[in-house]
């Protein structure tokens, strides 16, 4: 049988050694001036091509020595690892995930005998959960040794492109309220509007969160309360004093849907958006609604943060890019400077204390 590589020298002193591919013709430098190792270079390449499937099985058996599951592990088993490690609504996701079709193409298949290409394949067939739910799986394979190297390198891997998310309009919202029924749906989606908050972190608040005195919400994200963050302290005003006047005083304000499930929740909003022929938004939306209209007040970004419960500014600004805002003339805020200064001085003058109205950029 006739060898696929062969070894060339050349060079002014025959010490440069390169391998010739009989089939391409292509020529590749070994990176090495010693005839010895070469030649070795050469006998492995012209092993591997006669023997691919011999090599695989002295593979497996060096990598067997530090993992005796190398050769039956799969990625069904990693996918079930990995639902081990989540925990409330995230492991509920990735149950769903698990089901996805586009992973029967690998699912029975050993880890250790997948080719990038079929992960390209599992890519191509499947959505953009797919691909979400495979890079975490194929990381987490690579982080825990079971692959000796990515599959795919990162560069390679589809960008992942969610639908366009909008906010609700203020007449979306006024037309969903005026035709909710149902007293603890029209509280929500009135609260949702106000304070920004996911679902399921309005769908169980409590009453006890709240200050009635000094008008304060303080509540622990569901999403983010383990990494002991500071909840925030948001302020309200009437009107959400008036929802919440006719919300229990004590335990959960919306005892009924804090017993849902978070997608019978989006079903009750889905199914009364239909009714009023809306489209395009979820329950999620009303966190949008909330950065853009904070963007549009002028609201200062560091306290939208801690409203939506996010620290990253790249976060708020993805939550509010689509706000439009309209910049006031600099001469409004000239004038209202110079209205600063006359009523101090007047104040001064008739030796009153001159009230702290806080920084000029949010008094307009």
């Not at 010895?36 to 020595?65: D, M, T, V, W």
């Not at 959960?129 to 987490?140: A, D, E, K, M, Y």
Request: charged share 30%; proline share 5%; net charge positive.
């Amino acid at each position: 049988m006739k060898t696929r590589y062969r070894l060339v020298r050349r060079g002014i002193r025959g010490n440069r050694f390169y391998c010739v591919d009989t089939q391409t013709g292509s020529r590749n430098s070994l990176g090495t001036q010693n005839e010895h190792e070469a030649k070795q270079i050469i006998e492995a390449k012209n092993q591997s091509e006669r023997q691919p499937g011999l090599n695989l099985q002295i593979a497996k058996a060096y990598l067997k020595g530090t993992d005796p599951g190398v050769d039956v592990r799969t990625w069904q088993d990693a996918i079930e690892i990995m639902i081990e490690s989540k925990q409330g609504s995230n492991q509920e996701r990735w149950k769903r995930a698990k089901l996805d079709k586009a992973f029967n193409m690998i699912r029975h298949k050993p880890i250790i005998e997948t080719h990038g290409e079929l992960l390209l394949r599992v890519l191509q067939s499947g959505t953009v959960s797919t691909n979400v739910f495979l890079r975490q799986i194929h990381n987490f394979c690579v982080d825990m040794s079971w692959l000796p190297s990515p599959l795919l390198p990162k560069r390679q891997w589809p960008a992942v492109r969610y639908k366009i998310k909008r906010s609700v309009t203020a007449e979306e919202h006024r037309r969903i309220v005026e035709q909710e029924k149902k007293p603890d749906l029209k509280s929500f989606y009135q609260l949702a509007w106000h304070l920004g908050a996911s679902q399921s972190d309005l769908a169980n608040l409590r009453a006890e969160d709240v200050d009635y005195q000094t008008r304060i919400i303080c509540f622990v994200r569901l999403k983010t309360g383990w990494r002991g963050q500071q909840p925030p302290q948001i302020r309200f005003g009437k009107e959400v004093e008036g929802i919440l006047a006719s919300l229990p005083k004590t335990g959960p304000l919306f005892p009924r849907l804090a017993l849902m499930r978070e997608k019978h929740r989006a079903t009750e909003f889905k199914r009364r958006c239909a009714k009023l022929a809306i489209e395009g938004i979820t329950l999620h939306s009303y966190r949008y609604a909330w950065a853009e209209r904070a963007k549009v007040a002028g609201y200062p970004e560091r306290f939208a943060q801690l409203a939506l419960g996010h620290n990253s500014k790249a976060v708020h600004r993805a939550y509010a890019r689509a706000a439009q805002v309209t910049l006031p003339p600099l001469e409004d805020y000239e004038r209202n400077i110079l209205r600063l200064e006359e009523e101090k001085i007047r104040s001064a003058e008739s030796g009153e204390s001159f009230p702290m109205t806080g920084r000029t950029e949010t008094s307009l």
